[in-house]
T-cell receptor, first 114, second 112 residues
């Protein structure tokens, strides 16, 4: 049972364009939603995260939009650059007294073309 | 900077062997995790440990066990390796709570 569904599986965007990756979840108990970025040959690294008490969080060119009623959240990359080419994973977790574990989506391979 | 080191980058083993994957972190983190990463399936949690000698099953623990005798070291054990355990294995560590998980660069394990 996949608790976090991510789409698309792959995405090609022109340099300067907007990249959008979507995730949907089933479990309404999820209360923390991070995005991780992974470059080839490296482990994933936290990019940006949101709690469900806000509908949007922005850090530089990266924005998370969160829709609690629809149980969806998305990553927007503005002015996409070739250096943003990577695999992106959304994730979700539930508060558990400091011992939270993440449920990851299946990943999106993003390619930014010149 | 947090450093999570996985002992091998590439590993080739035979079916039926007992395989040990080692992970060491240098930041005194309480929580440590083992994932496997497969194309189209994302990262799936095998086991995690929230403190020394403490462990909890993740989503796909079958065929695996773990050991955490010291805070900085978390070992993943394949009791009797099978070909369907060929995968990329990632270790991560974190302080408790909603904090970033810091990942190693992975061990690509092939079971022949």
């Amino acid at each position: 049972q996949q608790q976090v569904k991510q789409s698309p599986q792959s995405l090609i965007v022109q340099k300067g364009g907007i990249s959008i990756i979507n995730c949907a979840y089933e479990n309404t108990a999820f209360d923390y939603f991070p995005w991780y970025q992974q470059f080839p040959g490296k482990g994933p690294a936290l990019l940006i995260a949101i709690r469900p008490d806000v509908s949007e969080k922005k850090e530089g060119r990266f924005t998370i939009s969160f829709n609690k009623s629809a149980k969806q959240f998305s990553l927007h990359i503005m002015d996409s650059q070739p250096g943003d080419s990577a695999t992106y994973f959304c994730a979700a977790s539930i508060s558990n007294f400091g011992n939270e574990k993440l449920t990851f989506g299946t990943g999106t391979r993003l390619t930014i073309i010149p | 900077d947090v450093k999570v080191t996985q002992s091998s980058r590439y590993l080739v083993k035979r079916t039926g062997e007992k395989v040990f994957l080692e992970c060491v972190q240098d930041m005194d983190h309480e929580n440590m995790f083992w994932y496997r990463q497969d194309p189209g399936l994302g990262l799936r949690l095998i086991y995690f440990s929230y403190d020394v000698k403490m462990k909890e099953k993740g989503d796909i623990p079958e065929g695996y066990s773990v050991s955490r005798e010291k805070k900085e070291r978390f070992s993943l054990i394949l009791e009797s390796a099978s070909t369907n355990q060929t995968s990329m294995y990632l270790c991560a560590s974190r302080v408790q709570g909603f904090q970033p998980q810091h990942f190693g660069d992975g061990t690509r394990l092939s079971i022949l």
